[in-house]
C-alpha cells in the first residue's frame, strides 16, 4: 500500500490547516506523526478505517485541537488541526497498517507544517 499525503504549509498561531492522505489499497488504521527538528518521530492521531472510521485516538498534546477522520470508501484520512501553536511545527507523516493486527508498516512522504508568526 502507498501513501501520499498533502496539505502542509505555512500558518500564523492559532490559524488552521488539514491534511489529506490517500491510501492506494486498503488498510486497517490510518493515522499521522510527526517529527519536529532535533527531535523523534511522534504519535499524533489514528483512525480505525475498518470500522468506518469510528474509533480514533488522539495524542494528548493534540486533544481538542486537531480531528482525525476517514473515507473507507475513497482510501483517505484527514487531520484537520485548529488552533495550531509553534510547538506543533513539524513533518506530518501519514501512515497505515495494511493487516489487521501489528505495527504501521506503510509510510508516506512527509509533508511540512510550518507555524510561526
Known amino acids: 500500500v502507498q501513501l501520499q499525503a498533502s496539505g502542509g504549509g505555512s500558518v500564523q498561531p492559532g490559524g488552521t490547516l488539514r491534511l489529506s492522505c490517500t491510501a492506494s489499497?486498503?488498510?486497517?488504521?490510518m493515522g499521522w506523526f510527526r517529527q519536529a527538528p532535533g527531535k523523534e518521530r511522534e504519535f499524533v492521531a489514528a483512525?480505525?478505517?475498518?470500522?468506518?472510521?469510528?474509533?480514533?485516538r488522539y495524542a494528548e498534546s493534540v486533544k481538542g485541537r486537531f480531528t482525525i477522520s476517514g473515507d473507507s470508501a475513497k482510501k483517505m484520512v484527514y487531520l484537520q488541526m485548529n488552533s495550531l501553536k509553534p510547538e506543533d511545527t513539524a513533518v506530518y507523516y501519514c501512515?497505515?497498517?495494511?493487516?489487521?493486527?501489528?505495527?504501521?508498516?506503510?509510510w508516506g512522504q512527509g509533508t511540512l507544517v510550518t507555524v510561526s508568526s
Open positions: 501512515a497505515a497498517r495494511s493487516g489487521p493486527s501489528g505495527s504501521y508498516d506503510c
Open positions: 489499497g486498503r488498510t486497517y488504521v
Open positions: 483512525i480505525n478505517m475498518d470500522w468506518g472510521g469510528r474509533i480514533s
